[in-house]
């Protein structure tokens, strides 16, 4: 199995700063073949389900602020949300699909300062 | 938009199946594969497996040999049974869409709870 894990737990931001969330996974998800990294950054608000952002590490899904960008690649991994807003306020799931067992890490709660 | 919802009760007794459907409505079943994603109160999400349009399917084999999936085309519906179910099966379950097998999961269904218990 390919174990994602994510850091912080949670962080508070104010509004308008940067949110910086990580995420490693215990193999690499890289393909040489096509140069592409099988991550993908899901949000969840409260009572509802998660919402996918980015792809390929780095693609973000049409509609999705330009506020959140995905980085990295390998087995390192980061999302940034720029400008906090506080519809922002979730908890953020990384999740690898290099393999048929797909995996999520624990997730990174964000909240407002 | 093509969306989707799951059905079944939210009640099941220790050590019995837990069945659940997720309908397809505004698109169409054919192509893409279909999960089933599972949360337990206040914890992470779990995969549990996944069917294609075509049938083919597997499953997270941390549930064993617990799991079966199935697909109906004609009613534009997907399936799961999960068998012997203890406590710690009760959790918000999700199906879910995958443009393909290795592609993340872009639609997701609301949602339902299944509570384990006597």
């Known amino acids: 199995d390919t174990v994602m894990t994510q850091s912080p737990d949670s962080l508070a931001v104010s509004l308008g700063e940067r949110a910086t969330l990580n995420c490693k996974s215990s193999?690499?998800?890289?393909?040489?073949?096509?140069?592409?990294?099988?991550l993908a950054w899901y949000q969840q608000k409260a009572g509802q389900p998660p919402k996918l952002l980015i792809y390929w590490a780095s693609s973000r899904v049409s509609g999705v602020p330009d506020r959140f960008s995905g980085s990295g690649s390998g087995t390192d991994f980061t999302l940034t949300i720029s400008n906090l807003q506080a519809e922002d306020v979730a908890v953020y799931y990384c999740q690898q699909y290099s393999s048929t067992l797909f995996t999520f890490g624990p997730g990174t709660k964000v909240d407002i300062k | 938009q093509v969306q989707l919802q799951e059905s079944g009760p939210g009640l099941v007794k220790p050590s019995e199946t837990l069945s659940l459907t997720c309908t397809v409505s505004?698109?169409?079943?054919?192509?893409?594969?279909w999960s089933w994603i599972r949360q337990p109160p206040g914890k992470g999400l779990e995969w549990i497996g996944y069917i294609s349009y075509s049938g083919s399917s597997t499953h997270n084999p941390s549930l064993k040999s617990r799991v079966t999936i199935s697909v109906d085309t004609s009613k534009n519906q997907f399936s799961l049974k999960l068998t012997s179910v203890t406590a710690a099966d009760t959790a918000v379950y999700y199906c879910?869409?995958?443009?393909?097998?290795?592609?993340?999961?872009?639609?997701w269904g609301q949602g339902t709870l299944v509570t384990v218990s006597s």
């Open positions: 505004g698109g169409s079943i054919s192509s893409y594969y």
């Open positions: 879910a869409r995958g443009w393909g097998l290795f592609d993340p999961f872009d639609l």
């Open positions: 193999q690499s998800v890289f393909f040489s073949s096509n140069n592409k990294n099988y």
